[in-house]
């Protein structure tokens, strides 16, 4: 059975700081690609960031500059560090491995993450 679980979220000011961490356990083949995905009140889930295996990462206009992914391959680990936080990424923020050969894709539970004064 494969979980991920992500911690860090929390509430923070505008222009704040916070470190998100997914760690991956159970028996899993390799892990091609993580990403951080966000789903905020009344809108659609988006993708938030996204590393390959090699450490190729992409983000969206919306918080380019602003976040990083980073990875350990060895752990099984992701986090995102988002800085310059607005009111506007608050939103439930989730970890997600993609399983290579097998091209399952594995969720975490989420973690809150508010953006307000």
């Known amino acids: 059975q494969v979980q991920l679980v992500e911690s860090g979220g929390g509430l923070v000011q505008p222009g704040g700081s916070l470190r998100l961490s997914c760690a991956v356990s159970g028996s899993i083949f390799s892990i091609a690609t993580m990403g951080w995905y966000r789903r905020a009140p009344g809108k659609q889930r988006e993708l938030v960031a996204i590393i390959t295996r090699s450490g190729v990462s992409n983000y969206p206009d919306s918080v380019k500059g602003r976040f990083t992914i980073s990875r350990d391959n060895a752990k099984n680990t992701a986090t995102l560090q988002m800085n310059s936080l607005k009111p506007e990424d608050t939103a439930v923020y989730y970890c997600?491995?993609?399983?290579?050969?097998?091209?399952?894709?594995?969720w975490g539970q989420g973690t809150q993450v508010t953006v307000s004064s």
């Open positions: 997600k491995a993609a399983e290579y050969p097998t091209n399952r894709d594995y």
